[in-house]
């Protein structure tokens, strides 16, 4: 079994910042990429950063320049720096994962936290 747990959201004013975490436990072999996705009320599920094991990184354009992806492979986790957040950053945050579970097994199996609420409001 694999969990993702994220941690780190919050209520911030407009112009504020957040860091979040996300730790992956579990039978893990290794961990391809990592990234962070979103969905705001009423709206599709929509990917905010992403970063391969190697540490190339792709971001949204609304989120270019003010937020940042990174990650720790000795500790299996990966982080977003959020700066000069505003309302329409508001939704729940989820952290999602590629994983592969055993040296016998070279399925990548996609798994997701349960998510962390980020409310931009002043």
């Known amino acids: 079994q694999v969990h993702l747990v994220e941690s780190g959201g919050g209520l911030v004013q407009p112009g504020g910042s957040l860091r979040l975490s996300c730790a992956a436990s579990g039978s893990i072999f290794s961990i391809n990429a990592m990234g962070w996705y979103r969905q705001a009320p009423g709206k599709q599920r929509e990917l905010v950063a992403s970063?391969?094991?190697?540490?190339?990184?792709n971001y949204a354009d609304s989120v270019k320049g003010r937020f940042t992806i990174s990650r720790d492979n000795a500790l299996n986790s990966v982080y977003l720096q959020m700066n000069s957040l505003n309302p329409e950053d508001t939704a729940v945050y989820y952290c999602?994962?590629?994983?592969?579970?055993?040296?016998?097994?070279?399925?990548?199996?996609?798994?997701w936290g349960q998510g962390t609420q980020v409310t931009i409001s002043s």
């Open positions: 970063t391969t094991k190697g540490g190339s990184t």
């Open positions: 999602r994962a590629q994983i592969r579970k055993s040296g016998r097994d070279s399925n990548l199996y996609v798994y």
